[in-house]
T-cell receptor, first 110, second 111 residues
């Protein structure tokens, strides 16, 4: 079946840093979505991507749909403490169900 | 705009008991999903409805899990009987234009 490999599994951020995470697969997708989940809540949609090469921003977040249609990345610029949470990529091929990656846990550096 | 509503938020049961979760999707969203999210993992699709018809239930353990969406709006997910490994968060989502919007989930603990 379709599998999404998300990396890194976890990362520490320091306020003001730019951070990046990505999602790769051996399968081709038509839609990529990025979600953030905080404890006790459902995932919240951050960015939706529909075309290969598409680069979309939402505030300090920027995501790109890879040219090969097999990958996507999410960047957070000038991170702040409330960026802590788990970020999930999700992708869908035409007519297929949405598949989720394993998540990237973003934590604050002690 | 109201989001996806789920209840209850938490449920604790003993193994072999039954449990039911309820979901009310965003108004006008024809597609409704139930996902299972085990601690430390991404959500896994259990069942997808389009209006009141099932589109995909290939990963639903049908010997113990059932779901219905009789009038094409609200949905219920039932587990009977529950096993220890069913402990997870059960998320309901509805979608518009390929974008899924999730509820807060029901956290189930099976003891």
């Amino acid at each position: 079946g379709q599998q999404l490999n998300q990396s890194p599994q976890s990362m520490f951020i320091q306020e003001g840093e730019d951070v990046s995470m990505n999602c790769t697969s051996s399968s081709i997708f038509n839609t990529w979505l990025w979600y953030k989940q905080e404890p006790g809540e459902g995932p919240v949609l951050l960015i939706a991507l529909y075309k290969a090469g598409e680069l979309t921003s939402n505030g300090r977040l920027t995501a790109q749909f890879g040219i090969t249609r097999k990958d996507s990345f999410l960047n957070i610029s000038a991170s702040i403490p409330s960026d802590v949470g788990i970020y999930f990529c999700a992708a869908k091929a035409a007519g297929n169900k949405l598949t989720f990656g394993g998540g990237t846990r973003v934590l604050v550096k002690p | 705009e109201a989001g996806v509503a789920q209840s209850p938020r938490y449920k604790i049961i003993e193994k072999r008991q039954s449990v039911a979760f309820w979901c009310n999707p965003i108004s006008g969203h024809a597609t409704l999903y139930w996902y299972q999210q085990i601690l430390g993992q991404g959500p896994k699709l259990l069942i997808q409805f389009q209006n009141n018809g099932v589109v995909d239930d290939s990963q639903l353990p049908k010997d113990r899990f059932s779901a219905e969406r009789l009038k094409g709006v609200d949905s219920t997910l039932k587990i009977q009987p529950a096993k220890l490994e069913d402990s997870a968060v059960y998320l309901c989502a509805s979608s518009y234009n390929e974008k899924l919007f999730f509820g807060s989930g029901t956290q189930l603990s099976v003891l």
